[in-house]
């Protein structure tokens, strides 16, 4: 199914939260032929918000009944991780392309079991929401290390961290902690490892040491302090199938840390590269040129930008492949994801890919 008989491509939106309100609805309204037909939340009270904030016709409180409408054509899931595997199976099953939001799911299996779903309906398009943070720098950090500027990559350092103080035991429990709705992933380990993958591709082995300092936090529909079992900080040794070892940080609770607090570092026999994207700027220092680091100019036309919903919607219509971001490297980072979790709860290297 690509479309409904009258040209239109019919959406259903499945967990209308912040993003999906910023970004997909307002996007997929300004594609011509694109219909959102109707907005699932948790409650009808929200739905119906929704919907009359964006015009959309239909409100409902029932994502099985927007999964099964045989007007819909296609499912934007916007809900927390601990939905998404139920979701995409159920929409995949129903004949329903979808677009999921990152992360992907709250571990492994359910990662799997979402890509062996879209395995079975090779017609229909699956798109993971990507990774934002490097789109302006990707091709052109591509492009260097393709022609080889760095020579062998030796080294990767990189830095996700908040720059602030640990909260207070009891502040309130948010989604991203409460390891029932995000399961194992981690702060942003996750949007940093994907952006590394499309530069240097994955980690072949990872041994991590993560801890939880803020142990106790308010649970926002009981009111009641409950245990946290999400770190709030983690530290990964990987050793990288393209031969580099890398070191990534990613902390909550690095109050006044060092300047920029999200980085990339990757060293080479031949050169240096480093991405600041607090500031937005690429430096390259070259042996050849005296090793001093130089800003890198990216011209306008080389720039990636956000267009998720149009690459999906083209997807769906044959017009071009899902890259950013496709399930079978969804999985591969969520591989990574549970990987990390697993050693640093035994003490072990872990290898990839995980054993089934």
């Known amino acids: 199914m690509a479309q409904s008989e009258d040209g239109n491509l019919r ?10 309100k910023l970004r997909h609805i307002p996007e ?40 099964a409408d045989p007007d819909i054509d296609a499912i934007v899931i916007g809900t927390w991780p601990d939905m998404h595997a139920t979701l995409a199976v159920a929409a995949l099953e129903a004949g329903k392309h979808v677009l999921c939001e990152a992360r992907m799911a709250r571990d492994a299996t359910e990662a799997r079991a979402m890509l062996a779903a879209l395995r079975r309906r090779p017609g229909l398009v699956a798109q993971l929401v990507p990774s934002p943070i490097t789109l302006p720098w990707d091709a052109a950090i591509q492009d260097i290390l393709r022609v080889g500027k760095l020579g062998a990559l030796t080294y990767i350092t990189v830095r996700g961290v908040s720059r602030s103080f640990p909260d207070p035991a009891g502040a309130p429990l948010h989604w991203r902690q409460n390891a029932d709705l995000s399961g194992l992933n981690i702060l942003t380990m ?29 649970h926002p529909d009981s009111a009641a302090l409950t245990g946290v079992r999400v770190p709030d900080h983690v530290d990964v040794l990987a050793e990288m199938a393209c031969g580099a070892q890398a070191h990534m940080v990613f902390s909550a609770v690095t109050g006044a840390a060092r300047e920029p607090a999200s980085e990339f570092w990757l060293h080479g026999t031949e050169g240096t590269l480093h991405l600041d994207v607090d ?7 070259l042996r050849s040129e005296g090793g001093q680091l130089k800003p890198v100019d990216v011209p306008h036309e080389q720039r990636g930008f956000w267009r998720v919903e149009q690459e999906w919607v083209n997807a769906i219509r044959g017009r071009e492949e899902v890259r950013l971001t496709d399930f079978a490297t969804g999985l591969r980072y969520m591989e990574f994801t549970e990987a990390v979790t697993r050693s640093a709860q035994s003490g072990q290297a872990v290898s990839l890919p995980l054993l089934v």
């Open 11 to 20: 959406v259903g939106v499945i967990g209308a939260g912040a993003n999906t």
């Open 190 to 218: 996750g949007i940093f490892y994907e952006a590394l993958q499309r530069w240097v591709g994955d980690a072949k082995r990872v041994l991590a040491m993560a801890k939880t300092v803020v142990g106790l936090r308010l």
């Open 279 to 285: 500031n937005g700027q690429l430096r390259l220092a």
């Open 28 to 67: 997929l309204l300004g594609i011509p032929g694109v219909k959102v037909a109707t907005v699932c939340n948790r409650t009808i009270g929200s739905s119906r918000a929704v919907a009359a904030e964006f015009g959309i016709p239909g409100a409902t409180a029932d994502w099985s009944s927007v999964v």
